[in-house]
Nanobody, 116 residues
Framework: QIQLVESGGGLVQPGGSLRLSCTTA????????MAWYRQAPGKQRELVGG???????NYADFVKGRFTISRSDAKKLVYLEMKDLRPEDTDVYCC??????????WGQGTQVTVSA
């Protein structure tokens, strides 16, 4: 059974940092592009960034220089390091794994709240 489970969310003050993890099971992980999305209630889901199987990363403009995505194929997980967090970064952050249009999977998400 394929599972993606995010962890590491929580409450942080503006300017603070968090590291999210997405642990996977049931995937041939090293072949998948992994990505992080975020979504707030009433808003469209938006791409935060992604990392290809060969480690190439891309980021949304609103997180460039603040967020870093990395992966461990040995551990079958992907990280999202977030620094200089802002109140507008408050969202549910979800992990996404994609190999093809018919082979893509989502985690349930972890809440990140940035507030003083």
């Amino acid at each position: 059974q394929i599972q993606l489970v995010e962890s590491g969310g929580g409450l942080v003050q503006p300017g603070g940092s968090l590291r999210l993890s997405c642990t996977t099971a049931g995937l041939t992980f090293e072949y998948y592009t992994m990505a992080w999305y975020r979504q707030a209630p009433g808003k469209q889901r938006e791409l935060v960034g992604g990392i290809s199987p060969n480690g190439i990363t891309n980021y949304a403009d609103f997180v460039k220089g603040r967020f870093t995505i990395s992966r461990s194929d040995a551990k079958k997980l992907v990280y999202l390091e977030m620094k200089d967090l802002r109140p507008e970064d408050t969202d549910v952050y979800c992990c996404h794994a994609i190999f093809s249009t018919s082979q893509q999977y989502w985690g349930q998400g972890t809440q990140v709240t940035v507030s003083a």
